[in-house]
């Protein structure tokens, strides 16, 4: 028995699904570290036609999302490097340096997804 009840939002945003639907992905791969195609998305949900690109440049307010996320990353462990090693220099540039190379595929795509999630509600009560 299938039903077409749509997922939580938390959900679907964690899954990486379309904001309309809930349903169609948001990338054509589901392995962020595939690095050659970390950004590619279809052009349309596959399941509600729901455009993934409205207008030209949509994804360059996901940056301002991309730096908040990565603050809130970076600021943990800067504060847990702090506290259990003092400040050394170099091994607390080491260390987040390292830490933000292997949170960015995952930075990437969900500021993204948060931008998308941000902007489609909003222009589908404009159709109403």
């Given amino acids: 028995m299938t039903t077409n009840k749509k997922s939580s939002l938390a959900s679907a945003m964690w899954k990486m699904k379309c904001p309309n639907c809930r ?30 690109f409205p207008e030209v440049g949509f994804y360059y307010g996901a940056m301002y999302i991309s730096y908040m996320v990565s603050i809130a990353v970076e600021v943990p462990i800067f504060l847990l490097m702090l506290l259990f090693f003092g400040f050394q220099m170099v091994p607390m540039v080491i260390t987040l340096c ?13 500021s993204r997804v948060l931008w998308i999630y941000v902007t489609i509600p909003f222009e589908s009560y404009k159709k109403l």
């Fill in 23 to 52: 349903k169609g992905d948001l990338f054509e791969t589901k392995n962020p570290w595939i690095l050659s195609k970390l950004d590619s998305m279809p052009p349309r949900c596959p399941v509600c036609n729901q455009s993934y």
């Fill in 98 to 110: 390292v830490s933000l190379i292997f949170f960015f595929p995952y930075i990437y795509r969900y």
